[in-house]
């Protein structure tokens, strides 16, 4: 089985404080994904990676930043936390390019006060 | 730019009944469609894919089907249980800008009242 794991279930943190979010997938999947999702709006694409050391923006990407140093572990990194990064925030992987589909980690609800 | 809707945001229906959430998009220029089923403050579960040039998938209770020209999948859920309740999300895979991205839609919260 696939197994995607998010290093925190939960975590609040203070207004400007740097947040490491970590995903460790143990498939050797290229792809990796971070997502946060909010109510009302579904899923959105903050980054993604398909290599090592590789990186996209997705549809948010505002505000973050991520790290892909080696194939298993995906970090996204928020530099200075602001209030409206209050958020569930989802990682998943995949292997290949257009016809897997994505496994994805047990989430990390993240409160910034 | 591809938009993926679900209608309705909620629903409610008695233990027993078979139902059907709808899931719509714009751009049929799909590589495939996944059905999740997500928990109350938990992940994604992945339920049903469908590849572009699949027309439906079954596992157990669940159908999920996929009309590419019209732009619209259904996910059945046959003789449902309160075990079943949960928000269930639909995304569409396409390629954007030499990669590929799903596309989500904002969900559909079920509930099952025994």
């Known amino acids: 089985d696939v197994k995607v794991t998010q290093s925190s279930r939960y975590l609040v943190k203070r207004t400007g404080e740097k947040v490491f979010l970590e995903c460790v997938q143990d498939?050797?999947?290229?792809?990796m994904f971070w997502y946060r999702q909010d109510p009302g709006l579904g899923l959105r694409l903050i980054y993604f990676?398909?290599?090592?050391?590789?990186?996209e923006k997705g549809d948010i990407p505002e505000g973050y930043s991520v790290s892909r140093e080696k194939k298993e572990r995906f970090s996204l990194i928020l530099e200075s936390a602001s209030t409206n990064q209050t958020s569930m925030y989802l990682c998943?992987?995949?292997?290949?390019?257009?016809?897997?589909?994505?496994?994805f980690g047990p989430g990390t609800r993240l409160t910034v006060t | 730019k591809q938009e993926v809707t679900q209608i309705p945001a909620a629903l409610s229906v008695p233990e027993g009944e078979n139902l059907v959430l709808n899931c719509s998009f714009t751009?049929?220029?799909?590589?495939?469609l996944q059905w999740f089923r997500q928990d109350p403050g938990k992940g994604l579960t992945s339920l049903l894919l469908?590849?572009?040039s699949q027309r439906e998938q079954t596992s157990g209770r669940l159908n999920a089907s996929l009309d590419k020209s019209s732009g619209r999948s259904t996910l059945y859920i046959a003789a449902s249980q309160p075990g079943d309740s949960a928000t269930y999300l639909c995304?569409?895979?396409?390629?954007?800008?030499?990669?590929?991205?799903?596309?989500w839609g904002a969900g559909t919260k079920l509930i099952i009242k025994p």
């Open positions: 998943a992987s995949s292997h290949g390019q257009f016809s897997y589909e994505q496994y």
């Open positions: 498939m050797d999947h290229e792809n």
């Open positions: 990676s398909y290599d090592v050391k590789m990186k």
């Open positions: 751009d049929s220029a799909i590589y495939n």
């Open positions: 469908i590849q572009s």
């Open positions: 995304a569409v895979k396409e390629e954007v800008d030499s990669n590929y991205q799903l596309i």
